[in-house]
């Protein structure tokens, strides 16, 4: 679990982050959400100290992270995985070079386990038999596959992602998507996912942090969104057509629920009428009733 | 100017603290100077062999007298290689090459966030990044510097001797006039500090680079102009302390 608390950032006269507290649970993807430079990446790399905050403490499942000392700080890190906007692989490296590294600079794995770790990483991200390409010969989807094998390699604990399907086809992101939600119900990790991607909220969404401004103006569940009031949060939202004849499709489909479900209560109530009168001719000597079974009923009601 | 170069100082504490092991940065020492070296070895081939060439030709041709022995043309090119142009010219031409590279290849590092994905595993980038090329640079340029001045040397002797300015013999016998082995100590020098300002200073300016593809083209030129500057400068200091 990662819990943010006031956390302040500003560059110059510009303030980026403006008192953003939160709580990020373990097993769960949670998705700062937010329109270009609302600071979702400036949030991001405050909480993996890439940037320090102005003010405000990031805590680490118990253990304090920001200012703390150099050798806890390097501990929390090395639990850390992150993928980057771009991917962010080392040019000069191979695809199996790069998942490699962070276990031989950090692990005391022999040759033998890391290459065997190595495979088994780019097997889990569906890219077996790239080992030997270099980063510019795969796509930009295979590299951020390859992003999320070296990020998961040392197995993290916590694992960060920057806008991790801008720039692909919906279908391949759909896939990157899917594949950050297995792993974090897998490794039970905990996943802080910046997007902007609406997709990304309704397809893997568990919690969704909205920042404006600066601010977090929402936080809540997916199923939670399309419900708020809060007009930047709709307007977010609500900025594409699909987004927007989704909307319109789903309160259709509400109304005819509840007519539906009126309806439904209409009949039963027809139904049970009959036999509320037939309980009470039961239960009462019936005297002789020429209007029929509706005068008996309201008779009935009357009396209890 | 004064807070730039606080924080060139602050930058190069910065190599030192945190550093990984050592295992681990040998290695990165050895690529580094196989990058450095081995690729630079054809320019530096090149360049001091013209020079060496040239610098006997116009020798030649300021010396046409019939009273200064034509030894002294192989002399004048022994003492002008091996004092100033064959560490000062490669170390120019090696900032042109080497430190072009190394700015723009961090540049490139820093703009595409790889120098962040080494921070955020833990690694002190610029220690592990940059350490090994100022080290490297050390360790190379006074074997390119030698090099250099053999072969500037060679290329007087052939420049001189096909010419027809001067005989073999006398060519050799300047070369062996009034040797003095002090110079050369002098030119390893001045290559060992020429080396650790190119990468340093072109390391620096890579490694703070910020933006997109244009600013890595400034940061290049900006490497290469301010090494240029940084030699020039230390030339004239180290003539004047150790001469």
Same mark, same amino acid.
């Given at each position: 679990?990662?819990?943010?608390?006031?956390?302040?950032?500003?560059?110059?006269?510009?303030?980026?982050?403006?008192?953003?507290?939160?709580?990020?649970?373990?097993?769960?993807?949670?998705?700062?959400?937010?329109?270009?430079?609302?600071?979702?990446?400036?949030?991001?790399?405050?909480? %993996?100290?890439?940037?320090?905050?102005?003010?405000?403490?990031?805590?680490?499942?118990?253990?304090?992270?920001?200012?703390?000392?150099?050798?806890?700080?390097?501990?929390?890190?090395?639990?850390?995985?992150?993928?980057?906007?771009?991917?962010?692989?080392?040019?000069?490296?191979?695809?199996?070079?790069? %998942?490699?590294?962070?276990?031989?600079?950090?692990?005391?794995?022999?040759?033998?386990?890391?290459?065997?770790?190595?495979?088994?990483?780019?097997?889990?991200?569906?890219?077996?038999?790239?080992?030997?390409?270099?980063?510019?010969?795969?796509?930009?989807?295979?590299?951020?596959? %390859?992003?999320?094998?070296?990020?998961?390699?040392?197995?993290?604990?916590?694992?960060?992602?920057?806008?991790?399907?801008?720039?692909?086809?919906?279908?391949?992101?759909?896939?990157?998507?899917?594949?950050?939600?297995?792993?974090?119900?897998?490794?039970?990790?905990?996943?802080?996912?910046?997007?902007?991607?609406?997709?990304?909220?309704?397809?893997?969404?568990?919690?969704?942090?909205?920042?404006?401004?600066?601010?977090?103006?929402?936080?809540?569940?997916?199923?939670?969104?399309?419900?708020?009031?809060?007009?930047?949060?709709?307007?977010?939202?609500?900025?594409?057509?699909?987004?927007?004849?989704?909307?319109? %499709?789903?309160?259709?489909?509400?109304?005819?629920?509840?007519?539906?479900?009126?309806?439904?209560?209409?009949?039963?109530?027809?139904?049970?009428?009959?036999?509320?009168?037939?309980?009470?001719?039961?239960?009462?000597?019936?005297?002789?009733?020429?209007?029929?079974?509706?005068?008996?009923?309201?008779?009935?009601?009357?009396?209890? | 100017?004064?807070?730039?170069?606080?924080?060139?100082?602050?930058?190069?504490?910065?190599?030192?603290?945190?550093?990984?092991?050592?295992?681990?940065?040998?290695?990165?020492?050895?690529?580094?100077?196989?990058?450095?070296?081995?690729?630079?070895?054809?320019? $530096?081939?090149?360049?001091?062999?013209?020079?060496?060439?040239?610098?006997?030709?116009?020798?030649?041709?300021?010396?046409?007298?019939?009273?200064?022995?034509?030894?002294?043309?192989?002399?004048?090119?022994?003492? !002008?290689?091996?004092?100033?142009?064959?560490?000062?010219?490669?170390?120019? $031409?090696?900032?042109?090459?080497?430190?072009?590279?190394?700015?723009?290849?961090?540049?490139?590092?820093?703009?595409?966030?790889?120098?962040?994905?080494?921070?955020? !595993?833990?690694?002190?980038?610029?220690?592990?990044?940059?350490?090994?090329?100022?080290?490297?640079?050390?360790?190379?340029?006074? !074997? /390119?510097?030698?090099?250099?001045?053999?072969?500037?040397?060679?290329?007087?002797?052939?420049?001189?001797?096909?010419?027809?300015?001067?005989?073999?013999?006398?060519?050799?016998?300047?070369?062996?006039?009034?040797?003095?082995?002090?110079?050369?100590?002098?030119?390893?020098?001045?290559?060992? $500090?020429?080396?650790?300002?190119?990468?340093?200073?072109?390391?620096?300016?890579?490694?703070?680079?910020?933006?997109?593809?244009?600013?890595?083209?400034?940061?290049?030129?900006?490497?290469?102009?301010?090494?240029?500057?940084?030699?020039?400068?230390?030339?004239?200091? /180290?003539?004047?302390?150790?001469?």
């Amino acid at each position: 679990m990662i819990e943010i608390h006031n956390i302040h950032k500003a560059f110059g006269d510009k303030k980026v982050l403006d008192g953003v507290s939160g709580v990020f649970e373990t097993g769960k993807t949670n998705l700062l959400l937010g329109a270009s430079g609302t600071g979702k990446s400036v949030l991001l790399k405050c909480i %993996v100290g890439l940037i320090k905050p102005d003010l405000g403490s990031v805590t680490f499942d118990g253990t304090y992270f920001t200012n703390n000392k150099l050798d806890i700080r390097q501990e929390i890190r090395r639990k850390i995985g992150m993928l980057f906007q771009g991917s962010a692989l080392f040019d000069s490296m191979t695809v199996e070079e790069n %998942v490699e590294f962070p276990l031989k600079m950090l692990t005391e794995m022999s040759k033998e386990e890391r290459r065997e770790r190595v495979d088994f990483c780019l097997r889990r991200v569906g890219l077996e038999g790239a080992n030997k390409k270099m980063p510019s010969e795969i796509s930009g989807g295979m590299k951020k596959r %390859v992003g999320i094998a070296r990020a998961i390699a040392p197995n993290c604990t916590y694992l960060f992602c920057d806008e991790p399907n801008s720039g692909l086809d919906p279908q391949t992101a759909l896939k990157i998507d899917e594949l950050i939600k297995e792993i974090t119900e897998e490794y039970n990790i905990t996943t802080i996912i910046v997007t902007h991607d609406m997709n990304s909220v309704i397809e893997i969404g568990d919690k969704i942090f909205f920042l404006y401004e600066g601010k977090k103006l929402w936080e809540g569940t997916r199923d939670e969104i399309m419900d708020t009031d809060i007009k930047e949060l709709n307007d977010f939202i609500f900025a594409n057509r699909l987004m927007r004849d989704a909307k319109k %499709v789903e309160e259709e489909e509400r109304e005819e629920e509840r007519e539906e479900e009126e309806r439904r209560h209409e009949a039963e109530d027809h139904a049970s009428a009959p036999s509320e009168a037939t309980v009470q001719t039961q239960a009462a000597p019936q005297p002789e009733n020429p209007e029929g079974p509706t005068a008996t009923t309201q008779t009935g009601r009357d009396k209890v | 100017m004064l807070q730039s170069f606080g924080k060139y100082l602050l930058f190069m504490q910065s190599l030192f603290t945190r550093k990984e092991s050592a295992k681990i940065l040998f290695g990165r020492t050895v690529d580094e100077a196989i990058l450095i070296g081995i690729n630079s070895i054809i320019i $530096v081939a090149i360049v001091s062999t013209f020079i060496g060439a040239v610098t006997c030709v116009q020798v030649a041709y300021n010396l046409d007298n019939a009273f200064i022995p034509r030894s002294t043309i192989g002399f004048m090119v022994r003492e !002008m290689t091996i004092l100033e142009l064959a560490p000062t010219i490669t170390s120019i $031409v090696l900032a042109g090459k080497v430190g072009s590279s190394i700015a723009g290849g961090l540049g490139t590092m820093q703009i595409t966030e790889q120098v962040d994905a080494l921070e955020v !595993m833990g690694i002190n980038s610029a220690s592990y990044l940059v350490l090994p090329k100022v080290v490297a640079a050390i360790l190379v340029f006074p !074997m /390119l510097v030698i090099l250099a001045m053999f072969l500037s040397i060679l290329g007087g002797y052939l420049a001189g001797t096909l010419s027809g300015e001067l005989t073999p013999q006398e060519y050799i016998t300047g070369i062996r006039d009034q040797f003095i082995p002090y110079n050369i100590t002098f030119a390893l020098i001045k290559s060992v $500090v020429f080396a650790f300002l190119i990468s340093s200073i072109s390391s620096f300016t890579g490694y703070h680079t910020s933006g997109g593809a244009l600013e890595v083209g400034a940061a290049s030129t900006a490497a290469v102009t301010n090494s240029v500057i940084a030699i020039l400068i230390g030339d004239f200091v /180290l003539a004047y302390i150790l001469l």
